[in-house]
């Protein structure tokens, strides 16, 4: 008796679940809006805001040791010592 109950029980969970899912992830999702939680949306957001401050903090330190060759290039031809802020 107890093989078919539980056989039951399970066919009937089985069956319930998917109407059960959608208002639990409901009450999920307000109370992450409620508490503040993060989202993966907008976790992904800063994600990808701070990869494309990397990306131009790169390009900027690129561009910058581009031009402080150039300029000790030029220093150089016209024969003008210039002292960097790191250099002794």
Known sequence: ?????????SSLNDGAL???REPVLEVFARVMEHKGV???ESFRELRDR???VEY???KAKKSVGELD?????????LGVELGGA???
């Open 1 to 9: 008796m107890g093989l078919v109950t539980s056989y039951l029980f």
């Open 18 to 20: 998917p109407y059960l």
């Open 38 to 40: 993060t989202t993966r």
């Open 50 to 52: 701070s990869d494309m």
């Open 56 to 58: 131009q903090l790169r």
């Open 69 to 77: 060759a150039e300029l000790q290039e030029l220093a150089e031809g």
């Open 86 to 88: 790191g250099e002794e």
